[in-house]
């Protein structure tokens, strides 16, 4: 572990996360850092790493590096938890925060619990495929995600460790891709995800805006669509042709200096 680096571990929806302000402490070394403090046997264990950096445009600039060390466009989730921050340290309510995909906004919904709402990128849904058998929707949100709606099946059946990695590292998606399988089951549809360079998650934020636009635009779904994760329920609001906004929760669970 790398001693006295300031952290918050944070989660939205279950996905967890060690949010460092590089403000405040630079790191020498994100990706070696990202790799140690997120080991769930020798770190505090986590998802990813999200990097608050200063912006020249915008109120501050987030990066996200997932477990393996690779670096995330966006993440959704990661973006509740960077926007309850700024709101806790920097009283920052509504914001815009700088990342790979764009610039994004947040805007603090509730505070007890905190319930963040975040604009996110417009959904640019592609040409359906088949991959490792399965009839695949992929959906371009700053990164790259894949959804695959199973028709009357049950999400549960599915082999996450198996198949996650079979389709994330198809040779059609070159850098990867983060992957998806919802089903409706009763009155609710049932989100779960394999994330890139992450594994098997809570959920995932920018995932949920891609099952959701998968879903209005097939006319499976109408706006706004709550997905039912393993981490908790995402709400999503999206009209073709416009950004959607995400909103879920933010949880801060401890701060501390690593020692």
Known sequence: ???????????????????????????????????????????????????????????????????????????????????????ERDGREVATVETLAGPIGTRILSRAPYRVAVEMGEPRIGDPHLVAGFRAVPVDLGNPHVVIHLHDDDVDAIDLAVTGPRIERDARYPHGTNVHFVARQGERWRVRHWERGAGATQACGTGAVAVAAVLIAAGDATSPVSLHVPGGVLDVIWKPGERATLVGDAVREFERVLS
């Open 1 to 87: 572990m790398i001693a006295g680096v300031p952290v918050v571990k944070t989660n939205g929806t279950g996905n967890e996360f060690v949010l460092v302000d590089e403000r405040l402490a630079p790191l020498a070394d994100p990706v070696a850092f990202a790799r140690r403090v997120c080991d769930r046997t020798h770190g505090i264990g986590a998802d990813g790493v999200l990097l608050v950096e200063p912006s020249e445009r915008f109120d501050a600039r987030m990066r996200i590096l997932n477990a393996d060390g690779s670096e995330a466009e966006m993440c959704g989730n990661g973006m509740r938890c960077v926007a309850r921050y700024l709101d």
